[in-house]
């Protein structure tokens, strides 16, 4: 998580936009398999208050529902970047009222190997 200038940060200002970030690199040594089961990203990012989720990376985006197969070769990495809270297709735009927030970060599955599950990430708007 980062500012749009691409400096770490934690707190930012209510209507200001956020940079998401999540990779992963291939350090197996063999050609890694993954399967997206859209036309979509193979990254999804969720920014939720509490329980409730108040923006994605897909918001208001439309995916064809077919099963695309990809694959990371050795020493490859592979992730998606996000500005948020909005995407160019919501309608209408959010600003995250002050508060405390959390991202989560949902990555597609590999048939050789695990991936851990990424951390959610605190954050908070203030005025």
Known sequence: MA???GHQRFSFL???????????SNTSGKTLT????????????QILQGDSVVATSVDGYAFLMVVVTGHIQPGQSLGERWRGP????????IVLDPGPYTVRASFVGFD??????VSPIAFSIVQ
């Open 3 to 5: 500012d749009t200038s």
């Open 14 to 24: 209510s209507g200001e936009e956020f940079e998401l970030g999540l990779m992963v």
């Open 34 to 45: 993954y399967h997206v089961g859209s036309s979509g990203p193979v990254v999804i990012f």
């Open 86 to 93: 909005n995407t160019p297709a919501r309608n209408p735009q």
């Open 112 to 117: 050789e190997v695990e991936i851990e599950p």
